[in-house]
């Protein structure tokens, strides 16, 4: 199993419809990361939690939120969806060696 | 394809020939970079990383330049095969942060 593993790998939604994008680790990891990347940009940070009590929000916090269910459990919801939210996704953990596990990603179209 | 890599610069290849990838840094006060590889629909892997208190660091085939002056990174790869064909981006991190700048990316075309 994937260290990392990511929820759907693809969907496809329409403007307005509320989604949810999981993520779950192998890791142990505590400090947990949602990225989008998109053509012609580097990944730009959406959200991060430290623990599961802390949820801090990245560079492109609007129009997402993510909920930390359980160390291993960090989702990322679109309340609702837009064409601009049309991206890869990736969530990812970190350890104490600071680099990042990334997940496989998250196609989401939103149409 | 890879939606990512529309807009990507691309440097192309011949198998057995030696890849150089640059990078440009942001921040002159980031002290640890890391080079990741994303293949076609697969996530980031991490490649290679060096701090800054170096300005070289080898790993197996890919050696990583650092030149703090300029805020350049380089990647270069040994005897590059076709496997090595992927997109390739810096990521550069500030002190006392769990958060990362991460470049654009360069995309690695090998030809056979």
């Known amino acids: 199993d994937a260290d990392v593993t990511q929820t759907p790998r693809n969907r496809i939604t329409k403007t307005g419809k509320r989604i949810m994008l999981e993520c779950s680790q192998t890791?142990?990891?505590?400090?947990m990361y949602w990225y989008r990347q998109d053509p012609g940009l580097g990944l730009r940070l959406i959200y991060y939690?430290?623990?599961?009590?802390?949820?801090n929000k990245g560079e492109i916090s609007d129009g997402y939120s993510v909920s930390r269910q359980a160390q291993a459990k960090f989702s990322l919801s679109l309340e609702s969806a837009i064409p601009n939210q049309t991206a890869l996704y990736f969530c990812?953990?970190?350890?104490?060696?600071?680099?990042?596990?990334f997940g496989s990603g998250t196609r989401l179209t939103v149409v | 394809g890879e939606s990512v890599g529309l807009h990507l610069p691309t440097l192309s290849v011949q198998e057995g020939d030696n890849s150089i990838i640059n990078c440009a840094y942001s921040?002159?006060?980031?002290?640890?970079f890391i080079w990741y590889k994303q293949e076609s629909g697969k996530g980031p892997q991490f490649i290679i990383d060096?701090?800054?208190?170096?300005d070289k660091r080898q790993g197996q085939r890919v050696t990583v330049l650092l030149n703090k002056t300029v805020k350049h990174l380089s990647l270069q790869i040994a005897a590059t095969q076709p496997g090595d064909s992927a997109v390739y981006f810096c990521?550069?991190?500030?002190?006392?942060?769990?958060?990362?700048?991460f470049g654009t990316g360069t995309r690695l075309k090998v030809l056979a």
């Open positions: 990812a953990t970190s350890g104490t060696n600071y680099g990042y596990t």
């Open positions: 890791k142990g990891h505590d400090r």
């Open positions: 939690s430290f623990d599961v009590k802390d949820i």
């Open positions: 921040n002159s006060a980031s002290d640890y």
């Open positions: 060096i701090r800054s208190n170096m």
């Open positions: 990521a550069e991190n500030l002190p006392g942060t769990y958060k990362y700048i």
